[in-house]
């Protein structure tokens, strides 16, 4: 148990309204990302966190803005959802500040845009 | 480009066979590291080993073992005496210098073990 929980489990909004799921660690790790996934897909990487304020782009970052001002709240914006971010989200976390390091999950954010 | 296939989609076996799942992945890189998480019919993704590329040594936890082959660019996962728990989505990851250690998924392979 890596200590990380998401909020909310289970969301349905609709196409052009924001949406924010946040992600949630107890262990003060530095390092976190977002990720999407979608059936017939393995993970694929929206947006990390090297710390406090410090953030970067991942493979699928379009439509999709994230803030860290704490170490332990990772949250992930959706400004306008749209149909196409209808998707299973989850949070991980590195226990070093290290990206080679083993990636850990919480439970996932089953986002559903109508 | 850094890659990572798992060529089977789908296999299903009855209840205490052995089964293996394969992944292949390219890189251009001699430093990596290579994963495998399992994701039950519940959803959430469950670390079960991870591989550097310079060990390559064979791994066995329980029933649980994989097969490093360099020469091959494979780390292939077995399952011996397959239970029905271990059904799941398994998928396979790599992370090199060249992708600033990001993790490359496979699409991952569902497995149905029948009783």
């Known amino acids: 148990d890596a200590g990380i929980t998401q909020s909310p489990r289970h969301k349905v909004t609709e196409t052009g309204t924001p949406v924010t799921l946040r992600c949630h660690q107890t262990e003060n790790h530095r390092y976190m990302y977002w990720y999407r996934q979608d059936p017939g897909h393995g993970l694929r990487l929206i947006h990390y966190?090297?710390?406090?304020?410090?953030?970067d782009k991942g493979e699928v970052s379009d439509g999709y803005s994230v803030s860290r001002s704490k170490t332990e709240d990772f949250l992930l914006t959706l400004e306008s959802a749209t149909s196409s971010q209808t998707s299973v989200y989850f949070c991980a976390i590195t226990r070093t500040s290290s990206h080679a390091d083993t990636q850990y999950f919480g439970p996932g954010t089953r986002l559903t845009v109508l | 480009a850094q890659k990572v296939t798992q060529a089977q989609t789908e296999i299903s076996v009855v209840e205490k066979e052995d089964v293996t799942l394969d992944c292949v992945y390219e890189?251009?890189?001699?430093?990596?590291?290579l994963f495998w998480y399992k994701q039950p019919p519940s959803g959430e993704l469950v670390f079960l080993i991870r591989?550097?590329?310079?060990d390559e040594q064979n791994e066995i936890s329980g029933r649980y073992s994989w097969n490093f082959q360099k020469s091959t660019s494979s780390l292939n996962f077995t399952i011996t005496a397959s239970q029905v728990v271990d059904s799941a989505v398994y998928f396979c990851?790599?992370?090199?210098?060249?992708?600033?250690?990001?993790?490359?998924w496979g699409a991952g392979t569902k497995l149905i073990i029948k009783p």
């Open positions: 591989r550097n590329s310079f």
């Open positions: 890189t251009r890189d001699t430093t990596y590291y």
């Open positions: 990851a790599l992370s090199d210098p060249d992708s600033n250690y990001q993790l490359i």
């Open positions: 966190s090297y710390g406090v304020k410090d953030t």
